[in-house]
């Protein structure tokens, strides 16, 4: 991921301050304002220090025990005390900021990820690397930009008092002692770039070590990895990309400890340099007994705020460059064209016309469909078949807006699906997906998520289940609608008793995926793409009959390899080389004796042979 290094343009990096600001006080606007105030006075704290010590040793040396001198004690004492109170409660407040911005990062991220149109984003490495560090950088990376702005403003206020102090001293070593903390701010800038880049670069390592993890640690995988005893040679790949992460690590932080140690030992030689010219200068009788305690407290804190001001400008730069990838997949631009004034999507009257599309997944990709012609009548049922592979599901996919044509156009009663707003598209489609999900959610939510304003519509719930006749199973279940599906997590029950939720069976689950489209009745056009592959043979005959009792009057799209599951559409397509091979009835396309007559008699011929 070298290549997609990100720069440090000044203007970025101020773009990307402004925005962790906007961030911070949209998030929590009162309690930033207290961060900010409480870390410009801790700044002012150590140079009040030195000052203080300076007029009280000087008193001291004096002998003077005035109310003058007394008041100077008691700052010094009042400072000392503030000084080891800022500390929690800055780090208390700062905390409190984070967490507020960070709910509020995580929620624009996802804002933002929710209008991406299409799918192809979500297939690509880039994309998903890119997203992973911004959830993480969203999360922390704001905070800790301000964090440690603040941090680098409070450290140059501490720098700009001491050497000032320092300055009445000896203007050579205040220069000296501001001059040695600048390769330590050089070096440490670097380093923070480095480990922003390090962090960069693992980023699909540990997108590995995740998906291996999840194959170690999740029911789906678990009976595969138990059979084929995979455990050993998961957990090995994990380790891997663990380590790989680890070296990369690894490698920056002794590049860092070189560099700060190296960095640390030159300090140590100007900060003792400057002691013996001082002291020197002293013996000569130039400067008071306060003067040189004021000088050490000074040159100390001059370095630690030196070097306090090169971490936290690190930590900034680290954190900026990672902001950056939550501000890239913000700002990043649509997948998907959508005109700025979309057409309204009208209720289908006349069919949706194919006219020959072209489609491949992308520039490397093979094609899939090859100029395909195809016109779905409104108000009518279309079965597409062909062999596993033939672009079947593409197709459905391509009627969502899933992804545009290569070439070619999709049309919605003459209109091109890429002029209609793609959410209104969807609002007229009802689909069960080959691949549906499985919600952790209740029984009721998982149809509910169909339709959500129907989420907690408990009758029209019940009457897609009763369709999709899963009702009286979902009904007796221990909770009965309530009941988690699925045994990830644990639901309380109506007394507040955690309950471990229920593992439907495939066809059960096929079922209440099927509940979930029909929860989307009256909707334009319903596809199914292979609703049925999961049920028994009595449950398949069950499922269609309502099947085309939802269809009366629809537009559908149905697919199948169970060709006597879709002979009674009003026309069956198959598809080939992508693109339309045959068409026709069931009765049409047996007589012509093609693919689908040679399809349907080997899987007669099957049934046959079983009943034998
Ligand atoms: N997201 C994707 N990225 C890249 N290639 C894909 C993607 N989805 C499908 N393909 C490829 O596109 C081709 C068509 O796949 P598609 O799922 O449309 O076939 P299908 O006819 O539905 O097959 P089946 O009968 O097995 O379900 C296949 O070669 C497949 O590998």
Redesign the pocket.
Known sequence: MSEQRLGLAPARIAAHVRAAVGLAVGAAPGRTAVLTAGTLLTAALPVAAALLTRAVVDGLARGATGTGWTAAVGALAGVGLLLGLAPAVLAYVRADVERAVALLAKDRLFRAVDLVVGVARF?DPEYLDRLMLADESGGRGPGQVIDSAFGVFAAVLTVGGLVASLWTVSPAVAVAVLLSGLPVLAAELILGRERAWTEWDISPAKRRELFYRDMLATEQAAKEVRLFRLGGFLRERMLRERRTAQAAEHTTDRRAMLVQAGLAAAAAVVAGAALLVVTAQSRGGRHSVGDIAMFLAAVLGVQTALATAATQAAKAIQALLLFDSYRAVLADPPDLTVPPVCLPVPPLRTGIELRDVWFR?GPG?PW?LRGLNLTIPAGRATALV?R???????LVKLLCRFYDPTRGAILWDGVDLRELDPADLRARISAVF?DYINYELSAAENIGVGDLPALDDRPRIHAAADRAGIHELLAALPNGYDTMLGRRFNAPDAKGVDTTGVNPSGGQRQRIAIARAFLRDARDLVILDEPSAGLDAAAEHEVHARLRAQRQGLTSVLIS?RLNAIREADEIVVLASGAVSERGDHESLLATGGEYATLFALQASGYQTAKA
């Open positions: 297939e997944y990709h899939v062909g596993n592979g033939c672009g079947k599901s593409t080959q390899h």
